[in-house]
């Protein structure tokens, strides 16, 4: 009797021991992505009519990693907005370079709109000729054809 009560006893502290280890190595909370949380924190200060500090916030996040492609995708809906057509250029150049896909295609369009309204007609036109190969989703044909035959009308 004493033997096999020391048997289940062992096997029972073994158990609590294994147990007791593991959850050492689990993560106790999860992980969040510092960047995605400023690039929120970034919009939501635009939004209160805060724009520099979510400019600033946004230039920091490029700091840390030049290829975030959601910082730079926000900065260059910023700068069509504040009508900085040149850095909005720059800014979704760097966004198509870095992305593909459904991505890709939404940058090709603001793209072409920054060069439309930097009045650059051609490049304009290039890149929704480009964004039109790609697409892959049907509701965007119509719009790609629109902007292509407002561009061939001016």
């Given amino acids: 009797m004493k033997s096999s009560f020391l048997k289940i006893f062992s096997i029972i502290l073994a158990g609590a021991l294994i147990i007791l ?14 960047d995605e949380v400023d690039i929120k924190k970034a919009s939501q200060m635009i939004q209160n009519g805060q724009p520099m500090k979510g400019v600033m916030l946004l230039r ?22 504040s009508q900085q057509y040149e850095k909005a250029i720059g800014r979704f150049e760097k ?19 920054a060069y439309f309204l930097n009045s650059e007609r051609q490049k304009s036109l290039d890149n929704l000729i480009k964004a039109k190969t790609l697409n892959k989703k049907s509701d965007l044909v119509i719009d790609i054809e629109e902007r292509i035959n407002i561009i061939n009308k001016n």
Avoid: C, H
């Fill in 21 to 34: 280890v593991s959850l050492q190595f689990l993560s106790r909370k999860p992980s969040i992505n510092q």
């Fill in 60 to 81: 920091g996040i490029l700091e840390k990693d030049e290829n975030n492609i959601d910082a730079i995708w926000e900065l260059g809906k910023l700068s069509m907005q």
């Fill in 95 to 113: 966004f198509v370079s870095l992305t593909g896909g459904e991505d890709k295609v939404s940058g090709l369009i603001y793209l072409s709109d």
